[in-house]
């Protein structure tokens, strides 16, 4: 089923490949939902992470030709991820005083008013955790543990060594790790 | 002792993220399983790194807030098209041109400073004029006299019996100055305003 799926997308972006935009959007709706969260998380701002989403797409039309096999998925978190640059770039010059409208949510099967609040409250603390970690590590992070790639894909996306994203993701795990301990009766 | 089981609580604890993934050898991952045995800071330590770990794999994922397809006009935007249609910031007039015009103009302005600054502009004493010209420094040339020449030429008052210091300007270098600086000044201006143009319209895309 899943090699099929994956013929089937083959056969998309070869369409793709010879400018069929029908065929791009197709996969856009299928990734726009992953590749919009990659940006939310890394940025940390909805407007922005809906602009690099957009910009994602649009270079990966324009860049489709250069994707030759491989995982479409990580080609496109790479190119999403080179837009969150941008954007930091740009956010960096002109910060925004708020961050409140990129929640961090849970899935939780209790949802009592209790639980409703707790996980709000820790939602906010991840956020202020993730801010605090450097672009690189903030990514190896979401990559591995929100987005559930394993090390290889990581590494492509990022287009570093293994050696690279194990360090990053340890470093970046501590650091969450350290600033969540202050509330551990949160989550442990 | 204890620097040494300290040294390998650190090593453990580097090796605990990639022990959770199950992306170590099983050599280092009986390593790091026997020392966790015996060490309770480490035990601890790979505790709170799983609860961070399955905290964050709750994250629950956010709906878009619309769809990201492209339109045709975005599709504009392809390699293609980009060619055919300039950049906004390529069709400002000039702007190439206005650059190297206000970087000339900038490095004729400290030419003739400098020259000010080191007297190269300003004529040698009279006699030595007169001498190089073989003319006497009274003599009448074509009915002016050469102190009336040099007057004329330098724009600088001096009495008329001649110069008080024997020295004068062979140029209006005070005037070349400033109508250098002026142009400079709005050659600078239009091209700041210009490319300030240009970097609203790259960031607009």
Redesign the interface.
């Known amino acids: 089923m899943v090699e099929c799926a994956t013929m089937e997308e083959d056969e998309i972006i070869r369409r793709a490949k010879e400018g069929d935009l029908d065929s791009f959007n197709q996969l856009a709706e299928t990734y726009q939902r992953a590749v919009y969260n990659l940006c939310l998380r890394m940025l940390g701002n909805a407007p922005a992470a809906e602009d690099a989403t957009q910009d994602a797409f649009i270079s990966a039309f324009r860049g489709i030709n250069r994707l030759r096999g491989g995982n479409f998925k990580a080609w496109l978190f790479r190119i999403a991820a080179n837009a969150c640059r941008d954007q930091l770039r740009s956010l960096r010059r002109r910060p925004v005083t708020s961050m409140d409208d990129a929640p961090f949510e849970f899935k939780s099967d209790q949802p009592s008013p209790e639980d409703y609040a707790m996980r709000q409250e820790l939602g906010e603390e991840i956020k202020k955790a993730f801010v605090t970690l450097p672009p690189d590590q903030r990514l190896a992070v979401i990559l591995r543990d929100i987005e559930g790639l394993d090390y290889e894909e990581i590494a492509q996306v990022t287009g570093s060594s293994l050696g690279t994203v194990k360090s990053r993701i340890n470093r970046g795990r501590k650091r969450l790790r350290h600033h969540l301990e202050k509330h551990r009766e949160l989550f442990v | 002792m204890r620097i040494l089981r300290k040294n390998q609580c650190h090593k453990v ?2 090796l ?3 022990y959770i ?1 199950e ?1 170590i050898g099983s050599s280092e991952r009986d390593r790091v399983e026997s020392h966790l045995e015996e060490c309770q800071v480490c035990r601890r330590e790979l ?3 799983r ?20 339109a ?1 006009v ?2 504009k ?3 293609a098209a ?1 060619k055919r249609e300039a950049p906004q910031w390529r069709r400002v007039p000039a702007l190439g041109a206005l650059r190297v015009a206000t970087a000339v103009t900038a490095l004729l302005l400290v030419f003739v400073l400098a020259g000010d600054a080191t007297h190269l502009f300003e004529a040698g004493p009279v006699e030595n004029r007169a001498a190089l010209q073989g003319t006497p420094v009274a003599d009448e040339v074509q009915g002016t006299s050469v102190t009336d020449e040099i007057v004329g030429v330098g724009g600088a008052s001096f009495d008329s019996e001649g110069f008080t210091d024997n020295e004068g300007y062979i140029w209006p270098v005070l005037e070349i100055e400033l109508a250098l600086t002026g142009v400079m000044l709005i050659l600078g201006g239009v091209t700041v305003g210009l490319w300030h143009r240009k970097r609203r319209g790259l ?1 607009k ?1």
């Open positions: 604890q580097g605990l993220s990639p993934d992306q505790e709170l790194l609860a961070t770990v399955n905290l964050l794999h709750r994250v629950a994922a956010v709906s878009p807030p619309r769809s990201f397809a492209l045709e975005d599709a935007r392809r390699p980009l960031e895309g």
